[in-house]
């Protein structure tokens, strides 16, 4: 019975010591990085309102231009990113984001009574590319991981910036409900549920730590 509970004992105290040494190898101490990200999405809400107001830009319509089709709105921003805790990182991030879409010229037909011209728009002349002005964004975030030591992270963010068109500025907030990030070694990979300065509902992208 005693040379039992001795091996009972000893097994348990391997047990320990292994659980121990693993605990403590998942449980390394935190190093604090900064990394570097470059994301693309779906354009912010100022462009993407930029696109409906198309059809009433007054400065085409008087050049005798005209929007067609559909818009397109390209969406970039590079963020710096501090990880300073092991659940916390703060970052900065610029954005730019415009319009490109395709514009018809028409004839003309005589002037009008203030001597402006007249435009026949049953007679298109030609159609080629045009891109609205860029619109810029910076803006401050503060993210919060769930499970920081797992290697497919889940975090939340938000913060507060502004964007601005020419010379027009307005403040706006940040708010990241959930994003992924995943990926191995320095480059990580992430997909963003957001609303801030630089994308709307969706952003993708990658990053790089050092």
């Given amino acids: 019975m005693k040379m039992r509970f001795l091996t009972l004992l000893a097994l348990f105290f391997c047990c320990a010591t292994a659980h121990a040494q693993d605990v403590e190898a998942v449980q390394e101490p935190f190093v604090p ?41 390209p969406a970039f921003s590079l963020s710096a990113a501090w990880h300073t805790h092991l659940k916390w990182e703060f970052v900065l991030t610029g954005g730019v984001s415009w319009c490109h879409y395709k514009v018809v010229q028409y004839d003309t037909f005589g002037t009008d009574p203030q001597g402006k011209p007249r435009y026949d728009l049953d007679k298109p002349l030609r159609s080629f590319r045009r891109n609205s002005e860029f619109a810029g964004a910076l803006f401050f975030q503060a993210r919060r991981f769930w499970n920081p030591t797992q290697k497919v992270k889940l975090y939340s963010a938000a913060g507060f910036g502004a964007y601005w068109e020419g010379k027009h500025i307005q403040p706006v907030p940040s708010l990241t409900p959930i994003a ?13 549920n957001t609303f801030s300065p630089a994308a709307t509902a969706l952003q993708i992208g990658l990053g790089w730590t050092f």
């Fill in 180 to 192: 992924v990030r995943f990926g191995t070694g320095p480059l990580k990979f992430f997909i963003e």
């Fill in 33 to 73: 990085y900064f990394s570097l990200e470059l994301g693309t999405g779906i354009a912010p809400i100022h462009t993407l309102m930029r696109q409906t107001s198309l059809s009433y830009d007054y400065e085409i319509a008087d050049k005798g231009l005209s929007p067609k089709g559909q818009p397109w709105s």
